[in-house]
């Protein structure tokens, strides 16, 4: 391919040089720009062409395994309580004192903008509006891509969708999303949203249709995406660089293709028929991290967050951005490292870092983490997963601050991210058969349950053993090994 773009470019120099010399004929450049210009599209349409053939024979049916567990048993329905000491009875925590607690940068003062700056001028064709999560995105697309697939969902179907598709000039629409992934920082996951969203938009009423459109979009924006059928409906399959839980999948040579939901719905699939080969060159694997928050429309909001501590009350004023937890709604689950390792939005990291400085500043670290700690733990109200979503949902900070309910692990992403803002402690995830804690490193000695990781000790601290201080696990857990989580 590299070899072509070079040829084309050279000889097209040579040609600019050449119509300068007498006895060269316009018409005869244009003639061999021409054939030059063919020689291009059949070298792309011979790849479109195989791969059209192989699609209408190499089709099989596979059985799916099971989503993965993160879990090996039932997380706790009801927490364990540790009994209040009186705070005259309560000694201090000795070790090094927090001088200052630096404050983040304010949020942009700024008007939410509801609509997104179009993307550079392309060749025109149908226009298309697009509500992305409260921000209208523009685009105009070829009327070619549109096709609905008619009759039978089979691998006659299929392959003559991406023929057709194939034919059509679907560059300058997959130009126009890498524009939006750009401007709106979305990760993997946000491009992926958005092709499929359009998808919807040009295949109204054809749930088929948007899944197979995004199927060739991510394909020809060199994604490693398949696609499966069973009674007449298709489901993409996608590999990730990191594990998905609760999502069937199958195994190719080694490597997990994921049947990916665009709603958050478990899917019951026991077989699809799919082939096993990849488009050409389309050898990109999904990455779920999130080192940006999506640059969506700005949907603020208040709470308080109240709690006890020590005899004393407090309640502390935060904001989040409504938006960015709509956009994770139905975020695959993945591995627990993504969430510990999230970005979040700068409202809630200003307020939750100016509610608590005051509380933390001139406080030792074992007390200043006790205080987060017990913020946490009592400031939400518990329930797994399964009865507050039907299924299981990690949850990023923001989500936490949301949402009515939170459970383990959404209270380890949220203390371990206030522990090294504020503290700039070394936090870890702790990871039971069915529960999530967490570990922090002081400078100093803590007495109390710990952990020896990399020859370091970390002191336990669980954000839902309600009213437990630091160096305090839960009962059933006093005596069980956990796996170490670290942050991506």
Same mark, same amino acid.
């Given at each position: ?12 120099l ?12 316009e ?5 061999w720009?021409?054939?030059?210009l ?30 993965? $567990?993160?879990?090996?048993?039932? !997380?706790? +329905?009801?927490?364990?309580?540790? %009994? @209040?000491?009186p #705070?005259?009875? &309560?000694?201090?925590? $000795?070790?090094?004192?927090?001088? !200052?607690? +630096?404050?983040p940068?304010p949020? %942009? @003062?700024?008007? #939410?903008?509801? &609509? ?46 991406w ?45 088929n ?12 924006s ?81 709470r ?15 904001r ?9 709604k ?11 390792g ?20 001139g ?10 700690l ?29 949402y ?18 504020l ?17 922090v ?44 989580i670290?942050f991506?």
């Amino acid at each position: 391919m590299k070899k072509v773009v070079v040829m084309l470019v050279f000889t097209s120099l040579v040609i600019v040089c050449m119509t300068g010399l007498p006895g060269f004929a316009e018409s005869e450049y244009e003639k061999w720009q021409r054939e030059e210009l063919n020689s291009f599209s059949e070298f792309r349409d011979k790849r479109d062409k195989e791969f059209t053939s192989y699609l209408k024979k190499q089709w099989h049916e596979f059985r799916l395994f099971k989503g993965d $567990k993160f879990y090996d048993k039932p !997380k706790p +329905s009801r927490l364990p309580v540790a %009994k @209040k000491r009186p #705070p005259e009875k &309560t000694p201090p925590i $000795k070790g090094k004192i927090i001088k !200052k607690v +630096s404050l983040p940068l304010p949020p %942009k @003062k700024i008007k #939410p903008r509801r &609509t997104a700056q179009a993307p550079p001028a392309v060749k025109k064709g149908k226009p298309l509006k697009l509500d992305f999560y409260g921000l209208s995105l523009g685009f105009s697309y070829d009327p070619g891509i549109k096709i609905r697939p008619g009759g039978k969902i089979d691998k006659n179907s299929i392959s003559s969708f991406w023929e057709v598709l194939s034919k059509s000039d679907y560059e300058g629409l997959i130009k126009q999303v890498k524009y939006y992934k750009k401007e709106l920082k979305l990760n993997d996951w946000g491009y992926h949203l958005l092709v499929y969203k359009v998808g919807e938009r040009i295949y109204k009423r054809s749930q088929n249709g948007a899944v197979m459109f995004t199927w060739f979009i991510l394909s020809k924006s060199g994604y490693e995406a398949r696609i499966g059928y069973n009674n007449d409906s298709v489901h993409l399959l996608l590999p990730s660089t990191q594990a998905l839980f609760s999502v069937p999948y199958l195994t190719f040579s080694g490597k997990k293709f994921y049947a990916v939901s665009f709603d958050g719905r478990r899917k019951k699939l026991g077989s699809l028929y799919t082939y096993k080969g990849s488009y050409p060159d389309a050898r990109r694997v999904m990455n779920y991290e999130i080192k940006n928050v999506p640059e969506i429309t700005k949907v603020v909001m208040n709470r308080r967050l109240k709690f006890d501590y020590r005899g004393k009350g407090f309640s502390i004023p935060v904001r989040y951005d409504k938006g960015v937890v709509d956009y994770f709604k139905y975020y695959p689950q993945t591995d627990i490292e993504v969430y510990f390792g999230a970005s979040i939005s700068r409202d809630a990291d200003s307020s939750l870092v100016k509610g608590l400085k005051p509380l933390v500043e001139g406080k030792t670290e074992g007390e200043a983490v006790n205080i987060i700690l017990r913020l946490v733990q009592t400031s939400f109200k518990y329930k797994t997963d399964d009865n507050q979503f039907g299924r299981e949902k990690y949850m990023l900070p923001e989500e936490t601050l949301f949402y009515p309910f939170s459970d383990c692990e959404d209270r380890a992403v949220l203390f371990a991210y206030l522990v090294n803002k504020l503290i700039g402690l070394d936090v870890v995830g702790l990871h039971y058969p069915n529960h999530i804690a967490t570990a922090v490193k002081f400078s100093s000695n803590i007495r109390g349950d710990s952990i020896i990781y990399k020859g370091r000790k970390y002191t336990i601290c669980d954000p839902t053993y309600i009213n437990a201080d630091i160096g305090a696990a839960m009962p059933q857990f006093k005596k069980v090994n956990p796996k170490v989580i670290r942050f991506i």
